[in-house]
């Protein structure tokens, strides 16, 4: 173990932030640069980064406002995107595991990485372990949307394929914790996902997950809206939108493609002619915003939910902004103390709805 400072958190106060360098599309230099964007907006910050000992000194010494808030972890191997998650968890050598072990072991508030989201995930049920009475950890991520906070909250991502009606309970749990912690939401409004919004529509295990959310939204500080459709995910009718991990990435995956598109289309749109390229320069300040409205780098982390930890998954392809991003993240719930009130809103949830004495987490 080395680093440019003694320890990461040299009686500042700091919040502490393990941060997985390597896996990402973009490798090292950008995750350096996402700290390096962290730092100067936040004083409040600190970080162990994990990757290889002297490429990482290198990149870190470039950048002054790193200086005394960076620890560096020798780890000398990577999980990369081709590996299968069974096979990383043999290894104790990677950055991955190192970074999640910083959390585990009460050094750092939260780890963010860029890495394979299967291997992720194992690794953090491994070593952090869920929390008790989680049967499946949940991928939450932030859907733009028209609600006035700007985005909703849908979950699960990706985790796990299926969900039956007490997953989906649990999902609905951990999501308005989330809500709540994250966005300060005071009461999340709650939607189950489905293909349409009559009660008797769906698959069974949907229908007596509807039940079950219903019957606890009182105790568990929630309003349920029911079910909810797919073009409710952009939508001010849900904050907090609740379905199994297939349907979820599937969802993820097809508005991210569709956003995409719609980007490049406007593009040759405003490239068509010369008068379409004056009407792209004359709303360009427009045009600006909406970019930085729409922009996944800024709303980029999936936050893995039912873990004792806050891990962050950043997307594989992120940018200095991307890292950033998900660094905010994960430094706003670990100073939230997100972790313990979800354990504790999950643990209340076993007695739910005889025990209304806990409704706050």
């Given at each position: 173990m080395t680093g440019l400072t003694q320890t990461a958190n040299p009686g500042s106060g700091r919040t502490v932030i393990s941060v997985d360098a390597m896996?990402?599309?973009r490798g090292p230099a950008a995750v350096v640069a996402g700290i390096s964007h962290s730092a100067k907006k936040n004083p409040d910050i600190a970080?162990?980064?994990?990757?290889?000992?002297?490429e990482l000194k290198q990149l870190v010494a470039r950048k002054r406002i790193l200086d005394g808030?960076?620890?560096?972890?020798?780890?000398v191997d990577v999980v990369s995107m081709e590996d299968k998650p069974r096979d990383v968890i043999r290894s104790k050598t990677t950055s991955m595991w190192s970074a999640l072990e910083s959390v585990r072991s009460g050094e750092a508030d939260g780890v963010v990485s860029c890495g394979n989201t299967g291997a992720l995930m194992m690794l953090s049920v491994v070593r952090l372990r869920k929390i008790l009475g989680v049967d499946r950890p949940a991928i939450a991520v932030l859907w733009p949307s028209r609600a006035p906070q700007g985005f909703n909250i849908m979950l699960d991502a990706g985790?796990?394929?299926?969900?039956?009606?007490?997953?989906?309970?649990?999902y609905a749990l951990m999501g308005a914790s989330y809500a709540r912690n994250g966005m300060d939401l005071e009461r999340p409004?709650?939607?189950l996902l489905n293909v349409g919004t009559e009660e008797h529509k769906g698959r069974t295990e949907l229908k007596l997950?509807?039940?079950?959310?219903?019957?606890?939204?009182?105790v568990?500080?929630?309003?349920?809206?029911?079910?909810v459709e797919g073009n409710d995910l952009p939508a001010d009718k849900a904050d907090v939108i609740v379905t199994d991990g297939f349907t979820g990435n599937v969802a993820l995956k097809t508005g991210e493609g569709t956003a995409g598109l719609i980007g490049s289309l406007l593009k040759e749109a405003f490239k068509f002619s010369p008068l379409s390229r004056l009407a792209a320069l004359l709303a360009y300040t427009s045009l600006n915003r909406l970019n930085k409205r729409i922009d996944p780098r800024r709303v980029n982390g999936g936050v893995f939910l039912g873990l004792n930890g806050t891990v962050v998954k950043s997307h594989g392809s992120s940018d200095a902004t991307g890292v950033s991003s998900a660094i905010k993240l994960a430094f706003k719930l670990a100073q939230s103390g997100f972790s313990e009130k979800l354990a504790a809103r999950v643990a209340s949830a076993v007695s739910l709805p005889q025990d209304a004495d806990s409704t706050n987490e």
């Open positions: 896996g990402g599309d970080f162990i980064l994990h990757g290889p000992k002297d808030r960076v620890e560096i972890r020798d780890a985790a796990d394929i299926s969900a039956d009606e007490h997953d989906l309970l649990q409004r709650v939607g997950a509807h039940d079950l959310i219903a019957q606890n939204a009182h568990a500080n929630y309003d349920f809206v029911g079910f």
